[in-house]
């Protein structure tokens, strides 16, 4: 699955608030996207292949500053970067030692990628569904509206009104499943996570 779809929509979600857990689970997700300055917690990252057989985990930390700054940090059992700010997004993989840059905008390609612009209404985009409780989180179901956005659906897991985990169904058939721990609501973030410099030695592609 493209990380770039993976992260828009993790960051879709993390520009919020929680909501009172005694709310039902649309009606905290609706507050949860309304608005928050930043957000922090480590993830888990599981990559299902198509007989729903996990492939690979991954492991890191996630930031994001409002609006439109994030950093996505893989740690084991590669290590990558993907940093956003000043409407650019940076992927670096050091492994190979090789850096990607890309303009944040509608050329992506996802409907996603516009909503981190907080200027897209959600129900516009999607058709919300609640899906009832599994791994003790609250499940809602979002669908893209517009056919060829890339892929079939998100699910967002919520427990006690936070964001707890999300599940990614790509055109593929590739399943993406996240985890969320030790989250952090609008704690103080250095500016300097969400800056950017290509390694010396490293190969930049793109814009």
Not at 42 to 61: C, E, M
């Amino acid at each position: 699955m493209n990380l770039i779809k993976l992260v828009c929509l993790l960051v879709t979600v993390l520009f919020s608030n929680h909501a009172g857990a005694e709310a039902a689970p649309l009606a905290q997700l609706k507050a949860f996207l309304h608005a928050s300055a930043s957000f922090a917690a480590d993830f888990q990252q599981v990559s299902l292949d198509k007989s729903g057989h996990p492939a690979l985990t991954s492991y890191g930390k996630f930031y994001l500053s409002r609006p439109g700054k994030f950093r996505w940090n893989y740690q084991k059992p590669f290590v990558q970067d993907i940093v956003s700010n000043g409407g650019k997004v940076w992927f670096y993989d050091a492994d190979l030692a090789q850096v990607t840059v890309k303009k944040l905008d509608d050329s992506l390609g996802s409907t996603p990628a516009l909503l981190l612009t907080g200027q897209v209404d959600l129900e516009e985009k999607f058709r919300l569904d609640e899906q009832g409780k599994d791994e003790e989180l609250n499940w809602i179901r979002l669908s893209p509206k517009d056919e060829e956005s890339g892929f079939k659906y998100i699910m967002i897991g919520l427990s006690g009104g936070q964001l707890a985990g999300m599940e990614l169904s790509d055109n593929f058939g590739q399943l993406t499943r996240v985890y969320f721990s030790n989250i952090q609501i609008n704690p103080k973030l250095d500016a300097d996570l969400f800056e950017f410099t290509p390694p010396k030695g490293a190969d930049v592609f793109g814009n």
